[in-house]
T-cell receptor, first 113, second 113 residues
Framework: DTAVSQTPKYLVTQMGNDKSIKCEQN?????MYWYKQDSKKFLKIMFS???????INETVPNRFSPKSPDKAHLNLHINSLELGDSAVYFC????????????FGPGTRLTVL | KNQVEQSPQSLIILEGKNCTLQ??????????LRWYKQDTGRGPVSLTI?????NTKSNGRYTATLDADTKQSSLHITASQLSDSASYIC????????????FGAGTTVTVRA
C-alpha cells in the first residue's frame, strides 16, 4: 500500500524515559513533517525536512530531535519524557508543486505516566 | 489568537440531513485553503483544496466554498451518512511558506441514525 506509516501506534512510558517514533513514506515525496495534536485537537507543526534537510523547526524543546536518514524516513526521538508530552504525534509527507498537499500517517498516541 | 477559527465546535445531525461548517481565517496572503476529515483514531485526510482564486470545490457530497475577500470558507455536507461522523479541519497555507500550514481546531460532526 502507498502510504505514510508510523510505529508504534501506541506508546505508554514513564516520565524521564527516552523513546522514538518511526515514520516512513513510500509516496516518493521530498518533504516530511512531524505534528503534535494535543487534547484540544489542534495540530501544531514541530519539524519539517525537505530532502533530509531541516526546513522548519518550531519552538519545540530540544528534548525532541528529528532524524532523517533518507527522504523516505523521518524519525522522532524524545529524551527525558514529561507528562506534557502526552499527545498524538502525526507524521506527514508532501511533494512540492502539487499544492504541497500533505498526506498524514495514522498517528502515534504517546502517554507519559 | 489562532489564525484559523472554526465554528461550531461540534454539531449533531440526523442521517440524511445537510450541514454547513464555517471557517474564518486571518492568514494573508495565502496560497490555498484545505478541508481535512479526521476520523477518530486516524490521521487527517484531504477533502478539498482551493487556491485563492477558486470559489468552490466539490468532492462527492462535500462542497467547499471560499470567499477570499471576507476570508471565510465553508464546508457543506449533503445527505449526511453515519460515516461522515468525524472532525473536519480547516487548514490555510500561507503564500510565504507553503510548508507551514495553519490549522483550525476542527468541528466535530456526529451523525445519528
Amino acid at each position: 500500500d502507498t502510504a505514510v506509516s508510523q510505529t508504534p501506534k501506541y506508546l505508554v512510558t514513564q516520565m524521564g524515559n527516552d523513546k522514538s517514533i518511526k515514520c516512513e513514506q513510500n509516496l516518493g515525496h521530498d518533504t516530511m513533517y512531524w505534528y503534535k495534536q494535543d487534547s484540544k485537537k489542534f495540530l501544531k507543526i514541530m519539524f519539517s525536512y525537505n530532502n533530509k534537510e531541516l526546513i522548519i523547526n518550531e519552538t519545540v524543546p530540544n528534548r525532541f530531535s528529528p532524524k532523517s536518514p533518507d527522504k523516505a524516513h523521518l524519525n522522532l526521538h524524545i529524551n527525558s519524557l514529561e507528562l506534557g508530552d502526552s499527545a498524538v504525534y502525526f507524521c506527514a509527507s508532501s511533494q512540492a508543486g502539487i499544492h504541497n498537499e500533505q498526506f498524514f500517517g495514522p498517528g502515534t498516541r504517546l502517554t507519559v505516566l | 489568537k489562532n489564525q484559523v477559527e472554526q465554528s461550531p465546535q461540534s454539531l449533531i445531525i440526523l442521517e440524511g440531513k445537510n450541514c454547513t461548517l464555517q471557517c474564518n481565517y486571518t492568514v494573508s496572503p495565502f496560497s490555498n485553503l484545505r478541508w481535512y476529515k479526521q476520523d477518530t483514531g486516524r490521521g487527517p485526510v484531504s477533502l478539498t483544496i482551493m487556491t485563492f482564486s477558486e470559489n468552490t470545490k466539490s468532492n462527492g457530497r462535500y462542497t467547499a466554498t471560499l470567499d477570499a475577500d471576507t476570508k471565510q470558507s465553508s464546508l457543506h455536507i449533503t445527505a449526511s451518512q453515519l460515516s461522515d461522523s468525524a472532525s473536519y479541519i480547516c487548514v490555510v497555507s500561507p503564500y510565504s511558506n507553503d510548508y507551514k500550514l495553519s490549522f483550525g481546531a476542527g468541528t466535530t460532526v456526529t451523525v445519528r441514525a
